[in-house]
T-cell receptor, first 116, second 109 residues
Framework: NAGVTQTPKFHILKTGQSMTLQCAQD?????LSWYRQDPGMGLRRIHY???????DKGEVPDGYNVSRSNTEDFPLRLESAAPSQTSVYFC???????????????FGPGTRLTVL | AQRVTQPEKLLSVFKGAPVELKCNYS??????LFWYVQYSRQRLQLLLR??SRESIKGFTADLNKGETSFHLKKPFAQEEDSAMYYC???????????FGPGTSLSVIP
């Protein structure tokens, strides 16, 4: 298994441009999340999905959209990028989709995004 | 509100010295606590979780509910321990994991 994969690894955008960050997992995990990592802020959850067709907002959802058409993929879209969205983005997955499972959360390698 | 604090942004210790990375949390229920580690240019990975009561790479962490702390300790630091460490709390409702701001550990040879 490749685990959780993310593309691209790096990208530079201009303000106002759009961009989709890709996340895929091949572990048949139900629960996927997008986080952004900023210095001194730790990781903050942007959006998450408990199963295909179901998405919900995390703590910092503004400026981002997600979709979950199947179990494997969970793309994150920036419709009109802003410099404040310069960050490192991580996708993470957990096996369980509900209940009080104690499953481990697996992280992707991250995407470093710069918005000029 | 639930939160996780890590008071030290940067921590430098000499190789062979003991190391303690502090983590405090505020949560009204019974949390599940984790430590994640991120080595340079690598993804985050789970280091340990309090329910396992295990020692990974020589690190241990004990949940102290009275002090609402989950400090990470290692008796003898190694150079390869240099990394970013994040303390995290998962609510019993499951759908939310709260991360602390992180502590960058530098082990000086």
């Amino acid at each position: 298994n490749a685990g959780v994969t993310q593309t691209p690894k790096f990208h530079i955008l201009k303000t106002g441009q759009s961009m989709t960050l890709q996340c895929a997992q091949d572990m048949n995990h139900g629960y996927l999340s997008w986080y952004r990592q900023d210095p001194g802020m730790g990781l903050r959850r942007i959006h998450y999905s408990v199963a295909a067709g179901i998405t919900d907002k995390g703590e910092v959802p503004d400026g981002y959209n997600v979709s979950r058409s199947n179990t494997e993929d969970f793309p994150l879209r920036l419709e009109s990028a802003a410099p404040s969205q310069t960050s490192v983005y991580f996708c993470a997955s957990i096996l369980g989709a509900s209940g009080k499972t104690r499953d481990t959360q697996y992280f992707g390698p991250g995407t470093r995004l710069t918005v000029l | 509100a639930q939160r996780v604090t890590q008071p030290e942004k940067l921590l430098s210790v000499f190789k062979g010295a003991p190391v303690e990375l502090k983590c405090n949390y505020s949560y009204s229920g019974s949390p599940e606590l984790f430590w994640y580690v991120q080595y340079s240019r690598q993804r985050l990975q789970l280091l340990l979780r309090h329910i396992s009561r295990e020692s990974i790479k020589g690190f241990t962490a004990d949940l102290n509910k009275g002090e609402t702390s989950f400090h990470l300790k290692k008796p003898f630091a190694q150079e390869e321990d240099s990394a970013m460490y994040y303390c995290a709390l998962r609510e019993t409702s499951y759908d939310k994991v709260i991360f602390g701001p992180g502590t960058s550990l530098s082990v000086i040879p």
